[in-house]
C-alpha cells in the first residue's frame, strides 16, 4: 500500500496532546527568559534583518570570555511558532559553557521556503560579525531543515570576508531533508510549493557538506518517514565525505522529543556540546 503522506508528515494529529506540550514550552520559556534577564545573561529582541520576526535571542553561560556558540532555528513547519517559546531549550548548553541564539524568521504563506533560507543564512553572518566566531546550528522539524541548509551553504559566495566553514558542525532534530513528499498534501498551499520549488530547496540533493559534522536524530515513536528522513540525509551524505550520525531517542515523539536540550546531563547535550567544541 502507497504511503499516506498526510498521514506521517502530520505530527499534531499524531500526537494529540500537542497543545499542552506548547503550553508547557511556553511558560518554561518565559521562566527561562525572566530568570536569564534578572541575572543579565540574555539579549533579546536583536534584530538582523528587516521584519519583526528576524530576530535572535541570545542567552550565555556564567563563565566568562570567550565561548563556543549555537545557533537554535525552531520548527512549525515554516509557518508557525517563534523564538520566545523555546527560550529554554539553551538551559543545556548554556550549563556547559555554550552561549545560544535562539533565532526567527517569517513564515510561510508571507514568504517562501527558500527565503527564510535566505534570513537564517543573515542570522548566522548577523552573528559572525557580531561575535566572529564560527557556530554550531541545531534545529527542530522545519528548523532542522534550515540547520542542514546551513552547514551545507557555501559562505564564500554569500560573504568573501567569512570563513567557508562558518558553520562546522550541524545537529538536526526531527528533520526534514527532502521536500517532494510535502507536494501532495494540503499544507503544501501554505507553503507555496511545487515539485521543482520542493527540490530545490531539499538539502539532500545539495552537494553533501564533505568534511563538516552533520547529526540526524528523531523520536524513535515518529512516523516511519521521519525516521527515515534523517536516516537517509546521514546515509547519503556520509557517503558523500560529512562526518555524519544517525540516532533514535527512546520514548520521544515529534515534541517530546526537544525536551532533553534543557538538561545538561542528557546525551543530546553531551553530543551539541561536542559539536560547539569541537570535539566531534
Same mark, same amino acid.
Given at each position: 500500500?502507497?504511503?499516506? *503522506?498526510?498521514?506521517?508528515?502530520?505530527?499534531?494529529?499524531?500526537?494529540? $496532546?500537542?497543545?499542552?506540550?506548547?503550553?508547557?514550552?511556553? &511558560?518554561?520559556?518565559?521562566?527561562?527568559?525572566?530568570?536569564?534577564? /534578572? $541575572?543579565?545573561?540574555?539579549?533579546?529582541?536583536?534584530? *538582523?534583518?528587516?521584519?519583526?520576526?528576524?530576530?535572535?535571542?541570545?542567552?550565555?553561560?556564567?563563565?566568562?570570555?570567550?565561548?563556543?556558540?549555537?545557533?537554535?532555528?525552531?520548527?512549525?513547519?515554516?509557518?508557525?511558532?517563534?523564538? %520566545?517559546?523555546? +527560550?529554554?531549550? +539553551?538551559?543545556?548548553?548554556?550549563?556547559?559553557?555554550?552561549?545560544?541564539?535562539?533565532?526567527?524568521?517569517?513564515?510561510?504563506? #508571507?514568504?517562501?521556503?527558500?527565503?527564510?533560507?535566505?534570513?537564517?543564512?543573515?542570522?548566522?553572518?548577523?552573528?559572525?560579525?557580531?561575535?566572529?566566531?564560527? =557556530?554550531? !546550528? *541545531?534545529?527542530? +522539524?522545519?528548523?532542522?531543515?534550515?540547520?542542514?541548509?546551513?552547514?551545507?551553504?557555501?559562505?564564500?559566495?554569500?560573504?568573501? @570576508?567569512?570563513?567557508?566553514?562558518?558553520?562546522?558542525?550541524?545537529?538536526?532534530?526531527?528533520? =526534514?531533508?527532502? =521536500? &517532494?513528499?510535502?507536494?501532495?498534501?494540503?499544507?503544501?498551499?501554505?507553503?507555496?510549493?511545487?515539485?521543482?520549488?520542493?527540490?530545490?530547496?531539499?538539502?539532500?540533493?545539495?552537494?553533501?557538506? @564533505?568534511?563538516? /559534522?552533520?547529526?540526524?536524530?528523531?523520536?524513535?515513536?515518529?512516523? +516511519?518517514?521521519?525516521?527515515? #528522513?534523517?536516516?537517509?540525509?546521514?546515509?547519503?551524505?556520509?557517503?558523500?565525505?560529512? #562526518? &555524519?550520525?544517525?540516532?533514535?531517542?527512546?520514548?520521544?515523539?515529534?515534541?517530546?522529543?526537544?525536551?532533553?536540550?534543557?538538561?545538561? #546531563?542528557?546525551?543530546? !547535550?553531551?553530543?551539541? &556540546?561536542?559539536? %560547539?567544541?569541537?570535539?566531534?
Amino acid at each position: 500500500m502507497p504511503l499516506d *503522506y498526510e498521514v506521517e508528515y502530520n505530527n499534531r494529529a499524531r500526537v494529540p $496532546e500537542h497543545a499542552e506540550i506548547f503550553a508547557r514550552w511556553a &511558560t518554561d520559556a518565559a521562566a527561562y527568559r525572566e530568570r536569564m534577564k /534578572a $541575572e543579565e545573561n540574555a539579549e533579546l529582541g536583536l534584530a *538582523y534583518g528587516a521584519s519583526p520576526r528576524q530576530i535572535v535571542d541570545l542567552f550565555f553561560p556564567e563563565a566568562t570570555g570567550h565561548t563556543p556558540l549555537g545557533l537554535f532555528i525552531h520548527g512549525g513547519y515554516w509557518r508557525s511558532l517563534e523564538p %520566545a517559546t523555546f +527560550s529554554h531549550i +539553551s538551559a543545556g548548553l548554556n550549563a556547559r559553557g555554550v552561549a545560544v541564539a535562539v533565532a526567527g524568521y517569517d513564515l510561510c504563506p #508571507q514568504v517562501t521556503i527558500g527565503q527564510i533560507i535566505e534570513q537564517i543564512r543573515t542570522a548566522c553572518l548577523f552573528l559572525w560579525r557580531r561575535f566572529g566566531q564560527r =557556530l554550531m !546550528v *541545531y534545529g527542530h +522539524s522545519a528548523g532542522g531543515h534550515l540547520a542542514a541548509c546551513m552547514v551545507a551553504t557555501d559562505w564564500r559566495k554569500l560573504d568573501p @570576508k567569512a570563513p567557508a566553514d562558518l558553520v562546522p558542525a550541524a545537529y538536526s532534530i526531527s528533520g =526534514l531533508f527532502d =521536500l &517532494t513528499p510535502l507536494v501532495g498534501i494540503p499544507m503544501a498551499h501554505d507553503l507555496r510549493l511545487e515539485e521543482a520549488e520542493a527540490r530545490r530547496v531539499s538539502p539532500l540533493f545539495w552537494r553533501a557538506p @564533505k568534511g563538516r /559534522a552533520f547529526y540526524a536524530v528523531a523520536g524513535a515513536l515518529e512516523s +516511519s518517514e521521519f525516521l527515515r #528522513q534523517s536516516r537517509v540525509v546521514a546515509d547519503s551524505w556520509g557517503k558523500a565525505g560529512a #562526518q &555524519t550520525r544517525y540516532e533514535t531517542i527512546a520514548g520521544t515523539n515529534h515534541f517530546t522529543v526537544i525536551d532533553a536540550l534543557a538538561d545538561p #546531563q542528557s546525551m543530546m !547535550v553531551g553530543r551539541l &556540546t561536542e559539536l %560547539a567544541t569541537g570535539r566531534k
